[in-house]
């Protein structure tokens, strides 16, 4: 349901070159969303959520992080650590966004802030980080540098395998398979994976506590939101938005979060956002420790000292 409407839309965006070259960007495009859905298979690999057996979600989900220039191992192993550290102010930095509390930002030199303000901004954000974390930093062990060599065999075979699919489609098919088939579809699905990755955890009544504060369950129920989108974006982005029920359990499949939501009405509620609640959050960029809300930039000037 995954694979294969992605492999044809594929083959027909390589075959529209024939025709123009703009027809096979469109069709790369469109083909993001299926880009997007294999990440969240692999997503759910990763978890050990989406076969019964180990051994299956490890392959299939080797094999994803080619397409989607994810290494496998290296990813399960950060995602693991953003898991258990969510929403937590003492343990910030690994699978995460940098977000700074209100004190923390008013403390920084001018070039600080300045930098802070430069990541946070919605162009940088969903524009260039998202280039930046799949086509660079995937390429090794990012925040795993020294712990093992496990990290780097799944960093440096992933590239060896992006290598051979890259070289195969450009010996095939020359530099505009490349330019119009492959990169528009990647860079689209890559901006949008980030985005998906920050409204789940970037809104205004997000939780965000200090180490002895801090709850697995706290963190899941009240730090993660609950994107209800419409049903053609919760099938291509495979329920993640029902991302407190995730990180409450992470092995439910994600085929089966809407029967969480379904048999525990009370859940349904919790971290909700729509669409357009959601276009809201891109300006949020600080926490405001007092008021317990993530605020903007704008708002947080009218904050007391």
Known sequence: ?????????????????????????????ANAA?????????????????FGARAWNDRVGRIIGVLTLTPYDVWRRTHAIHHATTGNLD????????????????????????LY???????????????????LQNRIPAGLLRSGRRYWASALGTDAAILIMLGSLYLLGGVPVLFFVYLPMMLLAASTGMWLFYIQHQF??????GDTEWSLQDAA??????????????????????????????RIPFYRLPEVLRDHEEFASAGRLTLRDS???AS???????????????????LPA
């Open 34 to 50: 299926f880009v997007v859905r294999l990440f969240m298979i692999q997503h759910d690999c990763g978890h050990g959520a989406f």
């Open 284 to 302: 949020l960029a600080l926490w405001d420790e007092t008021g317990r809300r993530l605020v903007s930039f704008a708002e947080a000037r009218r």
């Open 204 to 209: 205004e009544e997000t939780s965000w506590d």
């Open 91 to 114: 343990r910030r930095g690994t699978g995460d966004i940098p977000t700074l509390t209100v004190a923390e930002y008013r403390a920084k030199p001018l070039l600080g802030r300045v």
């Open 1 to 29: 349901m995954t694979a294969i409407p992605f492999a044809a839309i594929f083959a027909l965006s390589w075959a529209a070159l024939s025709v123009s070259p703009w027809i096979s960007v469109a069709l790369s495009l």
């Open 221 to 250: 129920l009240h730090g993660s939101s609950h994107y209800v989108l419409p049903p053609v974006l919760r099938w291509i982005t495979a329920n993640i938005g029902v991302h407190h029920i995730h990180h409450l359990a992470s």
């Open 279 to 281: 276009l809201r959050c």
């Open 117 to 135: 303000r430069l990541v946070r901004h919605p162009a940088v954000l969903f524009g260039i980080v998202p280039f930046y974390s799949f086509f």
